[in-house]
């Protein structure tokens, strides 16, 4: 099973690939996020500061597709 920080670096990764045309750097996925949002006024982005943000726009680790094959 894949373990929640390794899909944080993995969708990171991907992220920043689809962002930059040069390699990341050698950090942790919670810090390749940090460093590809910061300069993104994420606070800006509506659904980020939404009280309409719903519970079933949410997925949860236990409910992640790679949680269910266990």
Known sequence: M??????IKREALELWNQMHDEPPPEVD???LLEIICRNLHIQDYDRVRS???????ILRPEEWPEARKG
Do not use: A, K, N, V
């Not at 009280?51 to 726009?57: D, E």
């Open 2 to 7: 894949t373990s929640r920080d390794e899909l």
């Open 29 to 31: 996925g919670g810090t």
């Open 51 to 57: 009280p309409f943000l719903r519970p079933t726009m």
